[in-house]
Structures are given as structure tokens and as C-alpha cells.
């Protein structure tokens, strides 16, 4: 199983948020310096988040992104206020290996679709679901389409990678979903990778147990209840 330790970025800052709300925010500090540390502890990938641009739209994290590449030997997959064409086009410039793109499929399916089949390696569904139901814009909005329909849709596409968020797990530290996130990726054929509420090897062996591709680790490691070299030897 791959782990993509996080770092999520609200103005220029490394932060953690408290089940997705934006004024519920532990700031931890400088994005690079997180970012050095998970490269020395061996993380092979980083899933990097522009808090600020899924609010608002408005992505600045592309210059972090470029720095991270070029100066730590890692691969990044980034998500974030990734709206049109051009944004997809420059977070992949800025030198992410995959982007995120979950808000776009809602509101502009025509869109998403084109560059889900152009670009399928590069696409990364990313499926933010409350109650089985997918969320858009930084998961302030509740639509009435359910995870699974809109991984399947995603699978048909050509895309093959899927970021499965339980917002109710979301930095509560109360441990992943296991069964909707196995569910969801033995109904949509999509590699899911499960972020929110992973809190101890425990839960990795769990998601690992059910076969799930890769996890993300937040706010456990910023709190040190997760030791991430350890981690990186369960997984491997």
C-alpha cells in the first residue's frame, strides 16, 4: 500500500482542518519544511492540497510545488481550486505527476470528461463524500450524486485513480472508513486511496488488510501519533 503524506497549504502556511471546516484550522508552519521531512523519512510520494484555492478557486500553490520538485526527490500528486483547463495544465507544469480534480466533475462534466480521457495517467478522481454523496467546493456543497455512481463514471473514463475523502473522518483522528473505501473501490474498479481519520497502524493494517491502494496521513503525523518511517516499513 502507497502512503502520501500530506501537507495542506491555507496562505502560504502548512495546516491541519477539523472535519473539512475552514475555521477550524491548527496551523503547523512552513510547507517545505514538512516536505523535507517526509522525504528524509522515505516517503516516495506527497499529496499536496491548495486549501485557499478549493475555498475560493483561486489556486498560489503552484511555486510551492516547483520548489518541493526541485529540491526533494519525490513525486506529487496535488489537488485544490483546480477548476479549468489552465489550472490543470499548470499545477501538472508546476511539476505535480498527478492532480486532483473533484469539483470540475460536478460543474463542468464536459471538461472533466475531455481531460479524464486526454490525460487519464494524470487524473486523479477525487471523491469527497458525506453521507454517500459526493462534495464539491472544498466541501462546503452536498450534491445528489453518490460516491460509487461517480466513481464508476470516472472508471469508464479511463481514469484509474480515485482520492476518497470521508469528510466525517477528516482530521477527527477516529479512523478511516475501511468498508466504504474497500466498497468503493471493489464497485468502481478504481485504485482508492483513503484519506481522513487514519490514526495508527492499526488502521493501515486495516485498509491494507481489505486491499485498499494507498492512504493518506495528515494530521497523525503532525501530531506524532504516527511515526512515518515505521509506517512506510508496515506498508511496504
Known amino acids: 500500500m502507497i502512503l502520501f503524506p500530506a501537507i495542506d497549504i491555507l496562505e502560504g502556511r502548512a495546516v491541519r482542518l477539523f472535519k473539512g471546516d475552514k475555521n477550524a484550522v491548527t496551523d503547523y508552519g512552513d510547507p517545505l519544511a514538512f516536505a523535507e521531512k517526509w522525504v528524509e523519512a522515505g516517503a516516495e510520494w506527497l499529496h499536496i492540497v491548495d486549501l485557499s484555492g478549493a475555498f475560493s478557486g483561486s489556486s498560489g500553490i503552484d511555486p510551492v510545488i516547483t520548489a518541493v520538485k526541485r529540491h526533494f526527490p519525490v513525486r506529487i500528486q496535488s489537488g485544490g481550486g483546480l477548476r479549468t483547463a489552465d489550472?490543470?495544465?499548470?499545477?501538472?507544469?508546476?511539476?505535480?505527476?498527478?492532480?486532483?480534480?473533484?469539483?470540475?466533475?460536478?460543474?463542468?462534466?464536459?471538461?472533466?470528461?475531455?481531460?479524464?480521457?486526454?490525460?487519464?495517467?494524470?487524473?486523479?478522481?477525487?471523491?469527497?463524500?458525506?453521507?454517500?454523496?459526493?462534495?464539491?467546493?472544498?466541501?462546503?456543497?452536498?450534491?445528489?450524486?453518490?460516491?460509487?455512481?461517480?466513481?464508476?463514471?470516472?472508471?469508464?473514463?479511463?481514469?484509474?485513480?480515485?482520492?476518497?475523502?470521508?469528510?466525517?473522518?477528516?482530521?477527527?483522528?477516529?479512523?478511516?472508513?475501511?468498508?466504504?473505501?474497500?466498497?468503493?473501490?471493489?464497485?468502481?474498479?478504481?485504485?482508492?486511496?483513503?484519506?481522513?481519520?487514519?490514526?495508527?497502524?492499526?488502521?493501515?493494517?486495516?485498509?491494507?488488510?481489505?486491499?485498499?491502494?494507498?492512504?493518506?496521513?495528515?494530521k497523525a503525523l503532525y501530531e506524532g501519533r504516527l511515526d512515518l518511517k515505521a509506517a512506510l516499513a508496515l506498508c511496504r
Not at 461517480?150 to 479512523?175: K, P, W, Y
Not at 478511516?176 to 478504481?190: D, H, K
Not at 495508527?200 to 494507498?214: K, M, N, R
Request: glycine share 12%; aromatic share 6%; charged share 25%.
Open 87 to 218: 489550472d490543470f495544465r499548470r499545477r501538472l507544469d508546476a511539476g505535480a505527476d498527478r492532480a486532483v480534480l473533484g469539483t470540475m466533475a460536478a460543474e463542468d462534466p464536459a471538461l472533466f470528461e475531455c481531460l479524464a480521457t486526454r490525460y487519464p495517467e494524470y487524473v486523479v478522481a477525487g471523491i469527497d463524500a458525506k453521507d454517500g454523496f459526493l462534495c464539491v467546493r472544498g466541501w462546503t456543497q452536498k450534491t445528489d450524486v453518490t460516491a460509487a455512481d461517480f466513481g464508476r463514471r470516472c472508471h469508464e473514463m479511463g481514469i484509474r485513480h480515485a482520492l476518497f475523502t470521508d469528510i466525517s473522518r477528516d482530521g477527527a483522528l477516529q479512523g478511516p472508513n475501511v468498508a466504504a473505501t474497500s466498497r468503493l473501490q471493489r464497485e468502481t474498479g478504481l485504485s482508492v486511496i483513503a484519506s481522513g481519520g487514519v490514526s495508527s497502524e492499526a488502521d493501515l493494517a486495516a485498509l491494507q488488510g481489505a486491499g485498499v491502494y494507498g492512504a493518506v496521513l495528515g
